[in-house]
């Protein structure tokens, strides 16, 4: 079940490297089948089944000023697609939101993904030719949607209650890869817990900001500035981060925070306007919790880069390579979410909890289709959000392919080592984690008892 739909919201992140997903898929994808999902045993057909799944699911960027490559609002403008949308949907390719269905935790806040029912209406409408079928007295679904430059959660928060923009800067239309790292102060005199947050490069400069990472800095005794820790992380295609009720991510008193913006003049992939980028400027949109949450939220939360082997890091030419790390913790925390990150070889990526008392190994996420064109945190509901005791440890694992296989692969002839460059290769994961104590553990543990029981007892 899915907390958030993409319908209502919508998506800031400018495909990158689409083009050439496209070119290979295009040609080589096949409709898959389906596994016995026919709910429509007659004709399938858009007025009484697909308009309503694609207005939904797909206007939300396939409209004007959107980021999709093309409008998806009426029966015209999608006929000519059909065929393509049926391939790119039953690969589970759009909307973009890589996660395999049958492995670990599957609810997620913010999951764009389509029901199996869902992508079987499609496929079977496609394989019957798209027909429009016949409206009646209905008219076409509207989809009731922001503006394309509003804020990712302005339906659900309102406005952010500090906006925080980097210093302007112009993009050249070719050239190397660009890092911009303004400060800018945040004006807070008090410490204050952050409720959700997201990174917006504003306007047409959505296509040439790579990633855009900000950390908070405080300043000591001596007067001078010293790091205070994460405030949040943007790549290309990422939506947002809302942290868990009843936790605190503090922003700090009198804080300012450091920007490291990657820019790559020119922008990367279909939708890449290829000119001149005019002040460039990179808003962060932070909604605080109102002052007092501090001492009513129980326990910290923070965001961490989680690394693994980069020294394992070689990718030979036409070869694959697969990286580790492990993390455990002196006290108990909660996973609120997991983000795995590299860029163009990179493949594949899996989080794990290793319990050392059992010798047990729990799988909690696997993306087995990563695309550096779209950064999701995947947020766990907090309801199963992994509890991991003191001691576990977190095992995450990263897959690279420098084959022609990989279909997001410029050139397979070339040595990849880790490296910031975009031709280069990373290897590390953003976590959220909630810092528990055992008696909070052993709270959040009894409750899922409970509701465990009711569950069982209302059946
Ligand atoms: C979050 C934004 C987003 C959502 C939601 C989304 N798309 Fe897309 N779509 C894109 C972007 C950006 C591209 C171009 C880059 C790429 O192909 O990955 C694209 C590309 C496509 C293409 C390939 C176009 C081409 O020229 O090759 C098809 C087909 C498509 N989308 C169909 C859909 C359908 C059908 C849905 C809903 C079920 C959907 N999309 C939902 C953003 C989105």
């Not at 008219?139 to 925080?164: C, K, M, R, Y």
């Amino acid at each position: 079940m899915r907390a958030i739909n993409p319908r209502g919201l919508r998506h800031t992140g400018r495909a990158a490297l689409g083009a050439a997903v496209v070119a290979v898929l295009g040609m080589s994808g096949s409709v898959q089948a389906q596994s016995g999902l026919s709910i429509n045993s007659g004709e399938v057909t858009y007025a009484d089944h697909v308009a309503q799944i694609i207005t939904d699911n797909c206007v939300v960027c396939h409209r004007e000023g959107g980021i999709g490559p093309m409008q998806l609002t009426n029966y015209e403008q999608i006929r000519p697609w059909a065929p393509l949308i049926g391939v790119r949907v039953a690969n589970k390719e759009m909307p973009p939101y890589s996660y395999d269905d049958h492995i670990g935790i599957q609810e997620l806040q913010g999951d764009w993904r389509l029901t199996e029912e869902e992508i079987s209406t499609i496929t079977q409408w496609v394989a019957q030719g798209a027909p429009e079928g016949d409206w009646g007295d209905r008219s076409h679904p509207v989809a009731d949607l922001p503006d394309t430059d509003e804020w990712n959660f302005a339906d659900q928060f309102g406005q952010p209650t500090l906006i925080l923009d980097s210093e302007p800067i112009d993009v050249p239309a070719i050239g190397n890869d660009m890092w911009h790292r303004p400060y800018v102060y945040t004006g807070l005199t008090t410490d204050r817990c952050i409720k959700a947050i997201q990174v917006k490069p504003a306007g047409n400069a959505k296509s040439v900001v790579h990633h855009a990472n900000s950390d908070v800095e405080i300043m000591n005794a001596d007067g001078e500035y010293e790091d205070y820790g994460q405030l949040t992380e943007y790549a290309m295609g990422k939506w947002g981060e809302i942290m868990p009720e009843g936790v605190c991510r503090t922003l700090p008193a009198n804080a300012r925070i450091r920007w490291d913006i990657h820019l790559f003049p020119g922008g990367v992939g279909a939708t890449a306007p290829g000119t001149v980028i005019e002040d460039n400027v990179v808003e962060i949109g932070i909604w605080l919790h109102p002052e007092g949450y501090e001492n009513v939220a129980k326990y910290k939360q923070d965001l961490k880069l989680y690394r693994l082997d980069e020294g394992e890091l070689i990718v030979p030419p036409h070869g694959t390579a697969m990286t580790q790390g492990f993390h455990s913790f002196d006290h108990p925390v909660r996973i609120d979410s997991f983000q795995p990150h590299g860029h163009l070889r990179m493949r594949a990526a899996s989080l794990e909890i290793y319990y050392p008392a059992t010798g047990r190994t729990e799988q909690i996420s696997q993306i087995s289709n990563w695309s550096a064109t779209w950064h999701h945190s995947h947020l766990y509901e907090p309801d199963v959000a992994p509890l991991v005791p003191t001691g576990a440890v977190l095992v995450i694992k990263q897959w690279y392919d420098n084959t022609a296989n990989n279909p997001n692969n410029p050139d397979p002839d070339f040595w990849v080592v880790a490296g910031s460059r975009t031709a280069d290769e990373m290897t590390h994961a953003w976590i959220a984690i909630t810092h528990l104590d055992d008696a909070g553990y052993a709270e959040i543990l009894a409750q899922r008892e409970a509701a465990k029981q009711r569950s069982v007892a209302g059946q």
